[in-house]
């Protein structure tokens, strides 16, 4: 009894290290292996199918005349419809047995060629492939190795991928590189969630998105595709990710996101569910104008903003997707709602496809399309903010929160301090990703307005704001106070400053201030005028106060509301040049 134990063991110990070969079987196509030596024979079936699909009426054929099923093998470069350059291929009428859904056994031999091959189930005249199932013959080299730039990730960041030894033929046999989940069975890389591509011969370094998703990673070198078993794996390097984020509606479209180069560094890490800032939507901004371009921003050359030197910020201030709160401040943690998110990214579509279009003559640009049903909560949307926000759900770029509302701002205190309306990081991803899937390099119909500008400022204001009650102190200020550059100092005619202009460029600023207490404010640089009318009267702690404001430009002749604001002055004095004057908005005055 022993003795048969000892038998029966060494038998299954001897089993255990017999390398036998696994069936290959595709929807149709049943392979007994999928490797095998040059001139092997392979005998096989095609099963599965039923009685019409052997020979199907032929399209576009009305006289009976019928479709060939057909069974090829193909090397694996050959495009479908290039039946001619088959190895071998038979007619599966030929071999099909009635009524029991499969052929009889078909008897071929394998290529004496090396390689990987391609089996292929077709409709010889329509071109349809209706299967296909890969497989190698000989020794298919396994060469090459990977290597990843670290070992933890993460979610939704980069790594690099760096391969090297690649051979000709494992460019040939298709070879790629691949992100999978530990454990995952072999499949193409195609079939998987993540990033793969194929490889080139010799080294090359690719840049993969990290998958959002914590958890054990690999990447895998496989020789080749559609064939993926442990003798096609070359080797895989582990690696882990954490800090995986976003509600699970945003989960796709967080990585393609990525995939696409949307997310910017500063969300890197964070927790994507969380209201966006304005700093971080103008990051976003930023690669959405990258991607839609091609082109790489840069920055301002001068920072306005006192509050922030963020570079993502100047990038998107010197494309014209954003402006600041205030002439000096960005105010970069404000958190930004729906409506203003959606009117930024609409931005970033004009600024990328619009010739002439720059922030100050928005107004000029209409964008046409089909006004959709409008949102319950229509109401609630700024009048500023409805062309962007309809155009946006016209295309596909926005969606509702619930109940057909649009829920595009907080409107009482309670909402905003609920955060209410607040466009949060995924919802800022999604919009930008929508934008490049739907729109990108696409035209934009839209309609321009005249913007012809006048050449010079108007010498009336353009609207004539209510007298103010100026105060005693005023009367001091009452008339023409103009500085510049170009001509020493002196007050020069506008029109002739415009006309003189020297190459070198310069400036002219001029404050009237009238004693019926309205106010103009001209600025004219590099030949560009700026004008901005109002109310004014004599403040606290050195201040002009200056209200119920609108401005006009050379670039935007159309008249824009502004918020009050004051004007800074300090002592009466006499400068270098003799001139009695005074320091208004730290320049120096003198009065006509």
Excluded at 222 to 246: C, D, H, R, W
Excluded at 281 to 288: E, G, I
């Amino acid at each position: 009894m022993k003795k048969a134990l000892s038998l029966l063991l060494a038998l299954v110990m001897c089993l255990s290290v017999i390398a036998i070969p696994a069936s290959a079987a595709g929807k149709y196509i049943q392979f007994p292996k999928t490797q095998f030596d040059p001139n092997d024979e392979i005998v096989f079936k095609v099963a599965g199918l039923t009685d019409d699909m052997i020979e199907p009426l032929r399209p576009g054929f009305t006289d009976g005349r019928t479709d060939d099923l057909t069974v090829g093998l193909f090397k694996a470069d050959t495009p479908d419809g290039n039946w001619s350059n088959a190895v071998w291929s038979d007619l599966v009428s030929s071999y099909w047995e009635k009524g029991t859904g499969t052929t009889r056994d078909i008897y071929r031999n394998a290529p004496a060629e090396p390689g990987v091959y391609v089996a292929k189930l077709y409709y010889y005249w329509s071109e349809e492939v209706i299967d296909r199932l890969t497989i190698t013959v000989g020794n298919v080299e396994s060469q090459g190795s990977i290597s990843l730039d670290k070992s933890a990730y993460t979610a939704l960041g980069k790594m690099t991928v760096t391969a090297t030894g690649i051979t000709a033929q494992m460019v040939t046999t298709k070879a790629f590189v691949g992100i999978f989940e530990k454990g995952e069975g072999h499949h193409s890389g195609s079939s998987g969630h993540y990033d793969w591509d194929y490889l080139p011969a010799g080294s090359s370094t690719f840049q993969f998105s990290v998958p959002n998703k914590n958890g054990d990673f690999e990447v895998r070198l496989y020789t080749t595709t559609g064939n993926e078993n442990a003798q096609t794996l070359v080797m895989s390097v582990p690696f882990t990710v954490s800090g995986a984020t976003g509600s699970a509606w945003a989960q796709g479209e967080l990585e393609k996101a990525s995939e696409l180069g949307l997310i910017p560094d500063c969300l890197n890490g964070q927790d994507l569910a969380k209201p966006i800032t304005r700093r971080e939507f103008a990051a976003v901004s930023v690669k959405l104008y990258e991607n839609l371009t091609g082109k790489k921003a840069t920055p301002a050359a001068s920072n306005p903003f006192t509050d922030t030197n963020d570079v993502e910020v100047l990038k998107a201030y010197n494309l014209g997707l954003t402006a600041g709160t205030a002439a000096d401040k960005f105010s970069p943690e404000v958190l930004l709602n729906r409506e203003q998110a959606a009117t930024m990214l609409t931005r970033v579509l004009k600024a990328s496809y619009i010739q002439g279009w720059t922030l100050p003559t928005d107004s000029n640009f209409t964008l046409n399309f089909t006004m959709p049903a409008k949102f319950a909560d229509d109401a609630k949307i700024s009048d500023w903010a409805k062309p962007s926000v309809y155009f946006a759900a016209a295309n596909g770029i926005i969606a509702g929160t619930g109940n057909n509302n649009f829920s595009p701002r907080a409107t009482t205190a309670a909402e905003e301090a609920m955060n209410y309306a607040s466009a949060t990081r995924e919802q800022a991803l999604a919009i930008a990703v929508r934008m490049v899937e739907n729109l990108k390099d696409k035209p934009i119909d839209y309609t321009q307005s005249d913007t012809t500008p006048p050449t010079t400022p108007p010498t009336t204001p353009p609207t004539t704001p209510p007298s103010g009650d100026l105060s005693a102190e005023a009367q001091k200020f009452i008339g023409t106070w103009v500085a510049s550059n170009i001509w020493a100092g002196a007050w020069v005619d506008i029109n002739d400053y415009l006309e003189k202009q020297n190459p070198g460029g310069g400036y002219v600023f001029v404050f009237e201030f009238g004693a019926d207490g309205r106010y103009r404010h001209t600025v004219i640089t590099d030949g560009k005028w700026h004008q901005t009318i109002g109310n004014w009267k004599m403040g606290n702690e050195g201040r002009i106060e200056t209200t119920n404001r609108v401005s006009i430009s050379q670039d935007n002749p159309v008249e824009h509301t502004e918020k009050d604001s004051w004007i800074s002055y300090g002592e009466f004095s006499i400068n270098s040049k003799g001139e009695y004057g005074v320091i208004l908005n730290a320049a120096f005055y003198v009065k006509q």
